[in-house]
């Protein structure tokens, strides 16, 4: 799913204050009533020396580093898509004065393939495109449609047949395609695509099968001709006699199909099994014709009359901008009363700073209430999705944003509780930007409602596919769930700008798309930590009981450890199929796991990291240990590597030291590396005893209910929850009983 974000850079998690918008927008007005709007023609260019992260919006997985544009990442991947749209808009027409503008771009690229593969693997291709300033990225815009074409828009797949964008999802592209698809006249052509992506309705050129994919260093031309109503494409493959140049004109008329100011950009796409890098190296663009500007026009030196008249507008400006300050408080001041008289005191509401922190940036946008009551039947029941400790969860089909949507809807609204989990999810999550996240599109509050707009994840949470009677899910794929949720944790932790503790790592929020991929989602107990703290004091425990780490209940700290141990219950239910923590009967227990009926005693607490620790000291040389760990629905059908090593890192990861827990990038790379050295864990799950108390009444749970144990401290045995009160004024670190030194192991 689309992420239109550019990440924040800031160093801590409130934003800079700003002006009120009211205020803003006000000025603004006013500026433009008091200045002249001057014309400048629009050139810029770009290569290795020059290009500018700022100057681009960069979308889903496209970056602007180290002097060039990656369209998807710097990392070959499948199913990626990204595009890279510079920020000032192209004025293409001029509806006042009927002029049209001619334009050329010259750029040069590369497009490569995965290494050591071949070009079979080489992704769909990628585009230079113009569309409404600025459009949003369409929801389904993979593979063939090369981050441009809403593929809901293809009307018979068998046929190959599409019906057309249009409005603020028009387009005129030259795409230089490397796929064949069922609309493609070949697997490598440059076609100009108006509206869509099938260049057979354009004209195209049909190109060699060995050029684009690997062919090293490519330029390529596009320019209109307004006169002529013409754009021609010129690509040169190949250096010094071995060139070879293909040209293609087009009959357009782009001020029929684009509206007067435009941006411009590129975009790239692959699919399920086609992972590729496309790179723009350079990027020069001219137009003949001046794009309208706010900047006021420079010093004059005219006479004093002009002198005089300049300090008389000056002076109305002032008494202007005093008015509007003026307004701008009895408005401020008059939210302020509403909110009291609807009996929500000022502090539990959003106030104006707040929603300045919401709007800024170019990702989420506040959408109207009406829009989302009328995208889900008013919140019918039919079309709830989930419910959660925090909130309920619609289906529905926002028409204003022409795409299929998840609505959170936070049951404690009204609660200053509700209100901090709702403002952590908009001003975290709207910051980030990775593959394995599930995208905000946009937020709603008013007096008494908090709502969060996120892409729509088609195949819901992995929980769902763990604990129901869907087809179960192969160990491939949970593998690749996996993997995907450690990239995501390893952005979180160490790759953003800051340090991003989740908080509630668990099934139930991953959320899994149509190709299986895990996308974290619920941020609403996430914490931003400067790199290199380790804990941060939480005024509350908050998390789900069995993935909560036991010295983050009580110590109270949040911290990427304790992510950590949620990380690793995670793998190890993947791995088994069992539920955490069960309380119940025995028998129903069995159930709950997967369908295992162990002695765990009736009526007992059945603890996963237990179980499999014990399960998993065996030995390498007990097999069935790894069986009898493993998911039974998966009939035996797993690789063993993948499967122990899993169950190990995931074993490590709850270790109950936090000392012991490896940090996510040993984590990601034990998954991943078969030459990555594990430590020998202990045959015996270590006793860990935490030796600072934390107060009952600051102790609150989301998600299942548990039993506070006030000011004692938590023995974590291997048997066990035991428990031992000590003084409250105690703060010794935490101890270790048991605890056997790690050494390597292949």
């Avoid at 450890?561 to 239910?573: A, R």
Wanted: aromatic share 8%.
């Amino acid at each position: 799913m689309a992420v239109l974000l550019n990440p924040s850079s800031s160093s801590s998690s409130k934003a800079t204050p700003r002006p009120p918008q009211q205020q803003q927008l006000l000025l603004l007005l006013l500026h433009l009533l008091l200045v002249a709007v001057p014309a400048t023609s629009l050139t810029f260019s770009y290569d290795a020396d020059s290009f500018v992260s700022e100057d681009f919006r960069q979308e889903d997985d496209a970056m602007v580093t180290a002097g060039r544009i990656e369209l998807l990442g710097e990392e070959f991947a499948a199913r990626a898509r990204g595009r890279a749209l510079y920020k000032r808009p192209v004025q293409l027409w001029d509806g006042a004065t009927g002029e049209e503008a001619s334009f050329a771009a010259s750029f040069n690229f590369t497009i490569r393939s995965v290494a050591g593969r071949g070009n079979a693997l080489a992704g769909h291709g990628m585009t230079f495109f113009l569309a409404p300033f600025m459009p949003d990225m369409p929801q389904e815009c993979y593979e063939g449609c090369l981050g441009l074409f809403d593929q809901s828009l293809t009307r018979n797949t068998a046929s190959a047949t599409m019906g057309n964008a249009s409005g603020a999802a028009s387009f005129v592209a030259v795409e230089f395609d490397t796929h064949m698809d069922g609309w493609d006249p070949s697997g490598r052509h440059v076609g100009v695509d108006i509206n869509n992506v099938d260049s057979r309705r354009g004209n195209y050129v049909v190109l060699p099968e060995d050029s684009l994919v690997d062919a090293g260093v490519m330029s390529a031309t596009v320019s209109y001709d307004s006169g002529a109503r013409r754009l021609d494409v010129a690509l040169a493959i190949g250096g010094g006699a071995a060139t070879a140049t293909y040209n293609l004109s087009a009959a357009v008329h782009l001020r029929s199909v684009l509206p007067e100011q435009v941006a411009v950009g590129f975009s790239a796409a692959t699919g399920d099994q086609f992972a590729s890098n496309h790179t723009v190296l350079s990027f020069t663009f001219s137009s003949t014709l001046p794009t309208r500007t706010t900047n006021p026009p420079p010093p004059s030196t005219s006479s004093a009359k002009t002198a005089h008249l300049s300090a008389a507008v000056a002076a109305a400006g002032i008494a202007l901008l005093l008015l509007v300050l003026a307004i701008t408080i009895l408005i401020r001041r008059a939210r302020k009363r509403r909110r009291r008289d609807d009996g929500v005191s000022y502090d539990d509401s959003l106030d104006d700073d707040d929603e300045e922190d919401m709007e800024s940036g170019t990702g989420p946008r506040r959408i109207p209430y009406a829009q989302l009551a009328a995208a889900t039947g008013g919140f019918a029941e039919i079309g709830k999705l989930g419910e959660g400790g925090s909130g309920s969860v619609y289906g529905g089909h926002v028409r204003e944003l022409g795409r299929d949507v998840a609505i959170k809807v936070f049951t404690r609204g009204a609660s200053m509780e509700g209100r901090k989990e709702y403002r952590s999810e908009v001003t975290v999550i709207s910051r980030l930007r990775h593959r394995n996240l599930v995208q905000l599109m946009g937020w709603c509050h008013g007096r008494r409602r908090l709502l969060l707009v996120y892409e729509l994840v088609r195949n819901g949470s992995l929980d769902g596919h763990l604990y129901s009677n869907k087809e179960t899910l192969t160990w491939p794929l949970r593998y690749q769930i996996i993997n995907g949720l450690a990239s995501a944790v390893l952005y979180l932790h160490q790759e953003w700008d800051q340090c991003v503790v989740h908080g509630d790592i668990k099934p139930s929020n991953i959320m899994l798309d149509e190709s299986f991929n895990a996308k974290l989602g619920d941020f609403g107990l996430a914490r931003l930590i400067d790199h290199g703290m380790s804990l941060q004091t939480m005024t509350a425990v908050a998390g789900t009981p069995g993935y909560l780490d036991p010295e983050c209940v009580i110590t109270g700290k949040a911290s990427t450890e304790s992510d950590m141990y949620s990380f690793g219950i995670v793998l190890l239910e993947v791995a088994s199929g069992r539920r955490p923590m069960v309380v119940t009967p025995r028998a129903a227990a069995a159930t709950a796991g997967g369908g295992k009926d162990d002695d765990d005693g009736g009526g007992q607490v059945f603890r996963l990291v237990e179980w499999a620790w014990e399960l998993y000291g065996r030995g390498d040389d007990d097999q069935s240990s790894l069986d009898a760990i493993a998911d039974t629905r998966l009939g035996g059908a797993f690789d063993r590597w993948e499967m122990e090593r899993v169950v190990g890192v995931g074993l490590w990861c709850a270790h109950p030291d936090p000392k012991a827990r490896p940090a996510i990038r040993q984590a990601a790379e034990a998954l991943q590396s078969r030459k990555f050295r594990m430590p020998v864990l202990p045959p015996r799950m270590p006793v860990a005893v935490y030796l600072q108390p934390f107060a009952a009444s600051t102790m609150k749970y989301y998600g299942d209910s548990m039993t506070s144990v006030g000011s004692e401290v938590v023995g974590y045995s291997s048997t066990s929850l035991a428990t031992a009160t000590l003084s409250s004024s105690s703060s010794l670190p935490s101890a270790m009983a048991n605890n056997d030194s790690l050494s390597p192991r292949e």
